[in-house]
C-alpha cells in the first residue's frame, strides 16, 4: 500500500535553531514529492516540488532535499513565523491525478 | 488577483440535510479537486475533475457528490448519506493534468460542523 510517513508530528523550536523535518515513502513509481505550509484555518499552501533523488531546492530559510525513499525539509535559523504545519505529498507514477498526503509536522518557534 | 474561492467558511449542517460547499477559480486551471481533512490524518481525496462535465471519485466518495458544469466552478454536496461530515474541506487547482507535474493551488477552506 502506498503510504507518507510525516515526523516528528510536532516540534518545537527556539528562534534560530536548525532542525529537519522528515517525509519518508512507499510508492510505486514516484512522479514527484510535494512540500506544502499549512496556517490555522487555511488551505495549503505551495512551497516545492521535487523530482528526482539528489534534487534539491531553497526558498529563504527552508531547503528541500530528496532520495530514492524520503525527503526532508531543512529549516535553517527559524523565525517565529517559520510556524505552521508541514505538510509532504507524493504523486504516484500509475495514478498521476492523485496526490497522496502525509499527517503532518506541526512546527513551533519560539522567540 | 487569481485564486480559488471557497464559500462558505464555516458551515452547519442539521441532521439528515444536504448541504453544498462553493469551489470557483479564476486561475483558468483543467483539472479541480477536493479533499477532506480530519485531525491527526493527512487529506482524503473526495472527488476530482479533469475537464468540464467529467469527474472520478477519490478515495472516500460515498456520501458526497460534484458536478463541473463550468470549468471555474466545481461545487460539492455533502449528502445525507454521509455520517460523519464535520471536517475541514479543501478545494484544488492544478493547471495540468496527465504527466505534467505542477503544485496544487489549494482555496482557503470550509469548516463543515454538524449541529
Known amino acids: 500500500e502506498d503510504q507518507v510517513t510525516q515526523s516528528p508530528e510536532a516540534l518545537r523550536l527556539q528562534e534560530g535553531e536548525s532542525s529537519s523535518l522528515n517525509c519518508s515513502y512507499t510508492v510505486s513509481g514516484l512522479r514527484g514529492l510535494f512540500w506544502y505550509r499549512q496556517d490555522p484555518g487555511k488551505g495549503p499552501e505551495f512551497l516545492f516540488t521535487?523530482?528526482?533523488a539528489g534534487e534539491e531546492k531553497e526558498k529563504e530559510r527552508l531547503k528541500a532535499t530528496l532520495t530514492k525513499k524520503e525527503s526532508f525539509l531543512h529549516i535553517t535559523a527559524p523565525k517565529p513565523e517559520d510556524s505552521a504545519t508541514y505538510l509532504c505529498?507524493?504523486?504516484?507514477?500509475?495514478?498521476?491525478?492523485?496526490?497522496?498526503f502525509g499527517t503532518g509536522t506541526r512546527l513551533q518557534v519560539f522567540p | 488577483d487569481g485564486g480559488i474561492t471557497q464559500s462558505p467558511k464555516y458551515l452547519f449542517r442539521k441532521e439528515g440535510q444536504n448541504v453544498t460547499l462553493s469551489c470557483e477559480q479564476n486561475?483558468?486551471?483543467?483539472?479541480m479537486y477536493w479533499y477532506r481533512q480530519d485531525p491527526g490524518q493527512g487529506l482524503r481525496l473526495i472527488y476530482y475533475?479533469?475537464?468540464?462535465?467529467?469527474?472520478q471519485k477519490g478515495d472516500i466518495a460515498e456520501g458526497y457528490s460534484v458536478s463541473r458544469e463550468k470549468k471555474e466552478s466545481f461545487p460539492l454536496t455533502v449528502t445525507s448519506a454521509q455520517k460523519n461530515p464535520t471536517a475541514f474541506y479543501l478545494c484544488?487547482?492544478?493547471?495540468?493534468?496527465?504527466?505534467?507535474?505542477?503544485?496544487?493551488?489549494f482555496g482557503s477552506g470550509t469548516r463543515l460542523t454538524v449541529v
Open positions: 505529498a507524493v504523486r504516484e507514477a500509475n495514478n498521476t491525478d492523485k496526490l497522496i
Open positions: 475533475s479533469q475537464i468540464v462535465n467529467d469527474f
Open positions: 484544488a487547482s492544478t493547471p495540468e493534468t496527465g504527466f505534467k507535474l505542477y503544485g496544487y493551488t
Open positions: 521535487l523530482y528526482s
Open positions: 486561475l483558468n486551471h483543467d483539472a
